[in-house]
């Protein structure tokens, strides 16, 4: 079988998917088994994998998937909860001070605050968090979902302060054989790699610019009264200066400090400077923008929670800091899990996993319940039961709302994250054959020849379509594009940053990423519907960083260290 044949094989499983999601409209809990069943087929029959390392990879997966559905749990767990207390009531009141623009509230509450939970957390908690919360101040549920799910974008490659790029990019590269080279040259791996994170936050800041302008108008074309693109450019302006307000601090810090905090610096920095901006209606358009009543929403728009967010009546009503403030210690929390190292030990103390699962080499999966983002969300939890004096009726009605709602999502992943696993885990075979991922990015290389660089992006997002991380899609294809760009004989750095800000775009149209959002508000079924909203942005995203690729490679000529040698 030729190269090309096995490679458009290993295109099958995610061709059939979009087809089925996109084109049918299934609703994953169909599309998703027989995906699973035609990846396990075509790792028996064309890679020759043995059963036991299918097997085996389809038990990592599922210990993935416990992971993923308790991050849920607790994001689904955190807004029941408020509900509740009384904590959404006060939220939604709170936001009328700051404007009753529904556009103003999701560039704030969605963008920023969004930016700033990826920074912290990463691993799809953005959509997680956001979109319940949007939900909660009165959007429609699918709207919030395609909001939660453009988060996944500009701040994802710093999201998990750095993860991606610190274990994903590090991690993928041979740094071993690079950093020797790099020596020889008078040069070192840190300056190297200081090198690739500037250019990462550049061209994310270059693309990023117009992308809370995108959300908006997206929002308004698709859930406005008048399905109008001009609603949304209305708030243009306000939008630009949000862009603003994030990017430039972001930027700065990618170049300056590392690859730690650039997402979180720059949201904080915006929502400082945009929030008392929008109070005093600064840049902001004098008609205010609002969607149709809820009684005119399509019953697609509509998720179970949220039929549910105004059928409660409160007895003591909570202030607006009060009820904010589960949020605060939510992303005080998670900064302090990953920064903090005697915080972290104590959290990641607590693992269960199975290492090289049925005795295959290097397919493990473990757990750590505390460390992972629905550990903190189940301690701000039980805090919020505390800080709103609430009963232990309201907590319990939150657990049993929280679970029911849990069940629809488990059912979806554990045959979409074992089908991830079985592509990832493809590269050891009876047929000595590349891994799936890599053979698909190898297509795309050997069919472009040196306009490849504008491709890079592409496939960055074809890796994080699969895996649902940029993190895992830079482990699999940092390497093979820092290859490629030895190949074609240009800067290994630009090329590895266009591969990295590529899988971050590629989080907007990963299904595993939006099956989760869509549990947090009662949305399961309706994938499809989103992944065509989604699909908008993430081309833009692409084709901008592939322009901005080609310019800087073969226009400005960008160069590093071993490129300079070569």
């Not at 998937?65 to 991050?71: C, D, G, K, N, R």
């Not at 005697?342 to 290097?362: C, D, H, R």
Request: charged share 10%; aromatic share 10%; proline share 5%.
């Amino acid at each position: 079988m030729s190269q090309t044949v096995l490679s458009l094989l290993a295109f099958l499983p995610l061709v059939l998917a979009g087809v089925l999601l996109i084109g049918f409209r299934w609703p994953a809990k169909y599309a998703m088994p027989a995906v699973y069943v035609i990846t396990a087929a075509i790792g028996l029959w064309a890679w020759e994998m043995s059963f036991n390392r299918v097997l085996a990879s389809t038990l990592q997966g599922l210990i993935l998937t416990a992971a993923i559905l308790w991050i849920i749990f607790g994001a689904i767990l955190l807004l029941n909860t408020l509900k509740h207390s009384g904590g959404i009531a006060a939220i939604r009141r709170g936001f009328s001070g700051i404007s009753p623009d529904r556009r103003v509230q999701a560039l704030i509450v969605a963008w920023l605050f969004g930016c700033f939970i990826e920074g912290a957390s990463g691993f799809g908690t953005p959509a997680a968090v956001a979109a319940p919360l949007l939900v909660a101040l009165g959007f429609p549920a699918l709207a919030a979902v395609v909001l939660g799910m453009m988060v996944q974008s500009t701040p994802v490659s710093f999201g998990a302060v750095g993860t991606p790029m610190i274990v994903g990019v590090q991690g993928g590269l041979d740094r071993v054989a690079m950093t020797e080279q790099l020596v020889a040259l008078g040069s070192n791996w840190e300056t190297f790699f200081s090198i690739l994170v500037g250019r990462v936050a550049t061209v994310h800041g270059i693309v990023g610019l117009l992308m809370p302008l995108i959300m908006v108008m997206i929002m308004t074309r698709f859930f406005g009264r008048e399905k109008s693109w001009a609603a949304g450019l209305a708030v243009a302006p306000f939008a630009l200066f949000t862009a603003v307000c994030f990017v430039v601090p972001y930027v700065a810090a990618g170049v300056f400090l590392g690859p730690e905090f650039p997402s979180m610096i720059g949201a904080l920095i915006g929502l400082a400077i945009v929030v008392p901006a929008a109070k005093k209606g600064f840049l902001l358009p004098k008609k205010t923008w609002d969607f149709a009543p809820a009684s005119e929403w399509p019953s697609e728009w509509v998720g179970s929670i949220e039929m549910k967010l105004d059928q409660l009546v409160y007895k003591t009503p909570i202030s607006t800091p009060m009820a904010w403030a589960p949020y605060l210690l939510l992303a005080a929390l998670l900064v302090a899990s990953r920064i903090i190292p005697e915080f972290k030990a104590a959290l990641m103390s607590l693992k269960f996993g199975w290492t090289n699962i049925l005795g295959e080499t290097g397919v493990s999966g473990s757990i750590e319940p505390l460390y992972l983002p629905g550990g903190i969300l189940v301690m701000v939890v039980l805090l919020t039961f505390f800080l709103h004096r609430m009963h232990l009726s309201g907590l319990v009605k939150a657990v049993g709302e929280s679970s029911k709602t849990l069940l629809g999502a488990g059912f979806v992943l554990i045959f979409t994250i074992p089908m991830v696993r079985i592509l990832i885990n493809s590269g050891v075979n009876g047929a000595d054959l590349m891994s799936m991922p890599v053979a698909m990015a190898q297509l795309v290389a050997d069919s472009v020849g040196n306009v490849y660089p504008f491709f890079a992006p592409w496939v960055g997002a074809l890796g994080a379509y699969i895996a649902g991380s940029n993190t895992v899609s830079n482990l699999m294809l940092s390497q093979f594009q820092y290859d490629t760009a030895v190949l074609l004989g240009v800067s290994g750095t630009m090329m590895v940053a266009l591969q990295s800000v590529g899988a971050a775009a590629g989080n907007m149209i990963a299904i595993h990423n939006v099956v989760a959002a869509s549990a947090t508000v009662g949305l399961l079924g309706r994938e499809g519907i989103t992944l065509r909203k989604t699909l908008l942005p993430t081309l833009y995203y692409l084709i901008m960083a592939g322009l901005i690729g080609l310019i800087a490679i073969y226009v400005l000529g960008v160069t590093d260290p071993l490129h300079a040698a070569r």
